[in-house]
Structures are given as C-alpha cells and as structure tokens.
C-alpha cells in the first residue's frame, strides 16, 4: 500500500464528523460571561441522547457529588461552566470513539475508555502539580488519540510491517507507523484538533503527546497529557498494539517536578474511580 499523502489525509480529515452543533453552542455560552446554567441546560436539552450522558458522566464516582444531580441546570450550577463543557465535549465524541479500531489492536469502547481514563489522569495530575486549568488538561488527553480514528483503516493493511519493523528495527511504534503510513496518529489527531478549531495549545499538546521535549506554547500541559496517557496505561485501559511500546518521557517528569510516589498515588486513585462504570458514560 502507498503511504498517505497530505491531500489523502486532508480529505479523511474532513470526512470526520465536526462537533455537533449543539457542543459548538455550550462552547461559545462557556466562554460568554452573561450567560447563565438555564442558558446553557436550554442548549443541551434540546439532545435527550446527550443530557443522558451528560447527567451520567456527572453523576460519576470522578466528581465525587454525595447526592444525586438530577438535571443538566443543576449539574451546571454545582460543577460549573468549564467542568459541563468537558463533559459535554465527552459525552460528544464517546461514539466516534467507541468504534472498535482493528489496525490498533482494540476491541469497541476500549480507546474511548483509555481516553477517558487519561482524561480522568490528567484533570488529577493538574490539580496536583498546580496547573491552573483543569478542564484544559482534561480536554487534551481526552483527544490525545482520535488521530486514531482516521489511522485505523490504514494500519489494518499495514498491521504486520509496522510490528515488524519495531521488533526488527528496534524504533518506537510511532516512527514505524510514521515511515510505513507517512504520518503517526499523533500528528493526525493535531489536524482533527484543527478542524474542530480547538485552540493552539491543545493542538500542540495532541500532536506532540509521545514527544513533550518538543512542546514550545505550552510544555506544562503536553507533559501532564503524555503522564496521563501512560498511567492509562498502565492501568491496562486500552492498551492495544502500541500500548507497551512507549517509554515515559523523563522530559515531562522533569516540567512537572513528578515524585515515584506521587505517580504511585494518583494510579491508585484513578483505579478506584474507573471502577464505576457512569465514569465512561456507557
């Protein structure tokens, strides 16, 4: 098979679904200090599919609430307007990803539970090493891996030399999928983020989430997402293919000053959280 050209994956780019209408809304009522939790419940009302998931994501053992939320106002007024953005940007994108990706060695719903995880990972790890936007970070390593999405038809006739060519060659898998498909997911995750005109730094933090070394606008959060996305896997969430196949970055540990037994810590838990099952929606 030929690689894939930058026209080719332009095209396949587009050919993914753009944040639906109603998530482009809360986006813009999050960002617009007159609004108000009704304004924002009036939006997402309008999907019964999404207020589903939206009051199961936040009735989740992760944001820990004693009693019942029972509406979408309420879940807005008691977690806040950047927290119910991230949800409803979760409970968006949970189909698309949820597909089974067989060119990556995963079965249906294990990247988007790996991807929450991270994203769970990640909104922790922030809070602990004092970055200042949580959701941010939660946002980053949430779409740390939709580059997958559009890579996946591609690895499956490609499936073999990729892993041949890390056992032989002794490269990461993200070189071997670079050289064989002409682009890794990480970079193609970077052009998902831009057709969904989520800021730079997110961008950055998606396309560079296995090299954070690189990160320029903001090291801080492609470390704390690259963190994230290796405790998810070491907590055995959607691993797949290439899973085993990354070292952590001492790069990162160092930008966020990460102890052992800080790291220690947070996979513990995370593991009692992943334990309920509204924390993925499903």
């Known amino acids: 098979m030929t690689k894939?050209?930058?026209?080719?994956?332009?095209?396949?780019?587009?050919?993914?679904?753009?944040l639906p209408a109603v998530v482009q809304k809360v986006i813009e009522l999050t960002e617009d200090p007159r609004s108000t939790a009704k304004d924002i419940n009036n939006v997402i009302t309008q999907d019964q599919s999404l207020t589903v998931k939206v009051l199961r994501l936040a009735n989740s053992a992760f944001y820990g609430f004693p009693r019942r939320i029972s509406t979408v106002t309420e879940a807005t007024v008691l977690l806040g307007f950047q927290t119910i953005r991230s949800i409803v940007l979760a409970a968006s994108v949970s189909e698309m990803m949820k597909k089974d990706l067989r060119g990556y060695a995963l079965e249906r719903g294990e990247l988007w539970r790996h991807s929450q995880a991270a994203a769970v990972s990640a909104r922790m790890l922030a809070r602990e090493v004092k970055f200042p936007r949580l959701e941010v970070a939660y946002t980053a390593a949430l779409l740390h891996d939709i580059g997958k999405v559009i890579l996946d038809v591609y690895l499956r006739e490609e499936y073999e030399t990729v892993l041949e060519k890390v056992e032989n060659e002794k490269v990461t898998f993200l070189q071997a999928e670079e050289e064989i498909l002409g682009f890794?997911?990480?970079?193609?995750?970077?052009?998902?983020?831009?057709k969904w005109n989520l800021p730079g730094e997110l961008v950055e933090a998606i396309g560079l989430h296995h090299e954070p070394e690189r990160a320029k606008e903001n090291p801080k959060l492609t470390a704390i997402t690259h963190v994230a996305d290796c405790i998810s896997v070491a907590l055995g969430m959607g691993v797949g293919i290439d899973g085993f196949l990354y070292a952590i970055s001492p790069r990162a540990i160092e930008i966020l000053g990460l102890?052992?037994?800080?790291?220690?810590?947070?996979?513990?838990n995370l593991a009692e959280i992943l334990v309920d099952e509204d924390t993925f929606g499903e």
């Not at 050209?5 to 753009?18: G, I, K, M, Q």
């Not at 890794?184 to 831009?194: C, S």
Request: net charge negative; aromatic share 0%.
């Open 184 to 194: 890794h997911h990480a970079t193609v995750g970077a052009k998902v983020a831009e």
């Open 4 to 18: 894939l050209t930058l026209p080719a994956l332009v095209r396949a780019v587009e050919d993914l679904p753009a």
């Open 259 to 268: 102890s052992e037994s800080l790291v220690d810590r947070l996979v513990a």
